[in-house]
């Protein structure tokens, strides 16, 4: 079952960029959905290129800015409040892309960096914990350039929390409050749009995300026995959700 579930993370028809990647090294770095599979879809609807300097904000244990350093050239800074920055870059200095990513440990609202100072910011699996306050998009886009790109990948619901009226139980029991934060794509793209800061240029569903996230979950519960726990509530609520109403968002947005 482990060879099985480890087997199915690597899809060239649907991921072709992050099935270069060791699956077992990703699960090693693993703190929620897969995040290849989200960044490699969300930029899709970016212009990342060679020599451009990106903020990985929410960066974790180091996966998607040595991503971001070998898929696009990038130069990135990599932010976490959580991770040291000693250990991430442990993961970045093996993976080779030492010379290309800084790890930083920086709170989301108190950003340790210049005003347009980034060509892009992206963040995977971490923009519900920080960015659904009003003010928030205002206060980023201060370190993005005129014309540079945000891209963000978070946990959605198919309707609103409030349109339902409640958080259904099979969510409710495995992460309580906090899929309060998880909008839709809808959403997203009226809180940034309404500011006038940005021209959001996508703001969608990802395809099939709970079967993804499913498939990742189940991998996670064969490879770390540890966290095996926490991937079976995971796969019981994804489970019983059937793709009703859990889903990613991918948002992303040019300053004006």
Not at 43 to 52: F, T, V
């Amino acid at each position: 079952m482990f060879v099985t579930a480890l087997n199915d993370l690597v899809r060239p028809d649907r991921y072709p960029r992050s099935s270069r990647y060791d699956p077992a090294w990703l699960l090693d770095l693993d703190m929620g959905p897969n995040p290849l599979w989200l960044l490699e879809d969300l930029a899709r609807n970016l212009d990342l290129r060679p020599g451009m300097r990106i903020l990985d904000l929410g960066s974790g244990k180091g996966a998607t800015p040595v991503f971001l350093a070998r898929e696009y050239g990038a130069q990135v800074v990599a932010a976490d409040w959580w991770i040291a920055p000693e250990d991430a870059s442990t993961v970045l200095t093996k993976a080779g892309v030492g010379d290309q990513v800084t790890a930083v440990r920086a709170e989301a609202h108190a950003l340790p960096f210049e005003e347009e100072s980034f060509d892009a910011i992206v963040s995977i699996d971490a923009f519900e914990y920080f960015g659904t306050a009003d003010n928030y998009l205002p206060y980023l886009v201060r370190f993005l350039r005129p014309g540079g790109q945000l891209g963000m990948a978070t946990p959605a619901m198919t309707p609103e929390v409030r349109e339902l009226g409640e958080i259904p139980p099979h969510i409710k029991k495995v992460v309580g409050w906090e899929a309060i934060a998880w909008h839709t794509a809808d959403w997203w793209r009226f809180q940034w749009q309404i500011t006038e800061l940005v021209e959001v240029t996508s703001a969608r569903l990802q395809q099939d995300a709970w079967r993804d996230w499913l498939l990742w979950a189940q991998a996670g519960a064969e490879h770390q026995p540890a966290g095996r726990k926490a991937n079976e509530a995971v796969i019981d609520m994804l489970t019983a959700d059937g793709g009703d109403f859990l889903s990613f968002a991918l948002v992303t947005a040019r300053k004006n």
